[in-house]
């Protein structure tokens, strides 16, 4: 069974125009993404040679970020009131029968299977919706292929590699894994699992689950987790804070931990919240520009957090995004990630 807040899958926290989507429970590390997915958004290519294996005119493949979006899904606006980080899941896990989902288009299942041989994925069609058409199909399969690309290869071998399985990539507006189950509840999220749950038995697993319409920020974001947790037994996600390379992350990045290293050790596998408390922020702000000219701020309330959305927003925001500097988190992802 799940182990306090920390055990399932980890997400992270996002709002939009509208505010504050309508759920209130939030995930192990912060909440989950529960906004609308952009209907328009500026292009960005495929890889040339996906783009050419599958034979689909880059143009078709888009970041999901509308130009009314205030941020992008890994960050939580300046003005919007960051998540509780307790009451990580919801009381019971849901397992419903969805309905079905849009059908894949011969266009859609060819560019698959360029993406999956070329970074060692396993893209899950079947059930899953990756949009209404095949236009939305492709812009959305074409932010996995950018997310995929604008991260170190090293990086993603490993993060595909992980002792859990073949890393799958699912997209549906249920949250769902692959087994069916809802962490979140029946809402839409973003998130990383490394175990799944069929309603007996919880199984080890790696698994990004995508709300339909994820962009390139939001899904290298969910990467980074997957290689943060490559070698963290299932459901233990705060074990990413006792490895040697995280605690080299710390040190640069100004995140100071303020409990002794026994306490860290025997607190790591509980609440987020618990973690995150014992850990103090001395680093750079944290503040940018998106691409619309929207202020935002990278929402990191523990280190796990910091090192998957700030990495997220060096390697794969859109053209246009005025980030800072931040060259201490800019070193060290260069000096030990590519």
Do not use: C
């Not at 979006?69 to 019971?92: G, I, K, M, Q, R």
């Not at 849009?102 to 899953?128: D, K, N």
Request: proline content about 8%; aromatic content about 8%; overall charge negative.
């Amino acid at each position: 069974m799940l182990s306090g807040a920390a055990a399932g899958a980890i997400a992270f926290s996002a709002t939009s125009d509208a505010g504050p989507a309508p759920h209130t429970f939030a995930a192990p590390t912060v909440a989950a993404d529960h906004t609308t997915p952009a209907t328009a958004a500026p292009a960005v290519a495929v890889p040339t040679a996906i783009a050419a294996t599958a034979s689909i005119a880059a143009p078709t493949a888009t970041v999901g970020v509308a130009a009314t979006d205030a941020a992008a899904p890994t960050l939580a606006p300046t003005a919007s009131v960051a998540p509780t980080l307790a009451e990580a899941w919801s009381a019971t896990p849901h397992l419903p029968t969805p309905a079905p989902d849009p059908a894949p288009s011969p266009a859609a299942s060819q560019l698959v299977t360029a993406i999956e041989p070329g970074f060692g994925v396993s893209v899950i069609l079947a059930g899953q919706d990756w949009g209404p058409d095949e236009a939305e199909q492709l812009r959305n399969l074409g932010a996995l292929a950018g997310a995929l690309a604008s991260l170190p290869a090293n990086l993603v071998s490993l993060a595909t590699d992980s002792s859990h399985g073949t890393l799958s990539v699912l997209s549906n507006e249920g949250g769902r894994t692959l087994a069916g189950w809802q962490p979140y509840g029946q809402g839409a999220a973003n998130f990383y699992a490394t175990q799944d749950w069929d309603g007996n038995a919880h199984t080890a697993a790696s698994q990004i689950v995508l709300q339909t319409g994820a962009n390139r920020v939001t899904i290298a974001h969910e990467l980074l987790h997957a290689y943060q947790m490559r070698n963290a037994p299932p459901g233990n996600y705060g074990r990413a804070l006792l490895t040697a390379e995280m605690g080299a992350f710390m040190a640069a990045t100004g995140w100071v931990q303020i409990v002794s290293d026994a306490e860290l050790q025997s607190l790591v596998d509980g609440s987020w919240e618990g973690i995150a408390a014992m850990f103090r922020y001395e680093g750079a702000n944290l503040s940018y520009v998106s691409e619309t000219g929207e202020a935002g701020k990278a929402f990191a309330p523990n280190p796990i957090e910091a090192f998957a959305a700030v990495g997220a927003l060096i390697y794969a925001a859109p053209d246009g995004t005025e980030l800072p500097e931040w060259p201490e988190y800019r070193r060290w992802f260069e000096s030990n990630l590519g």
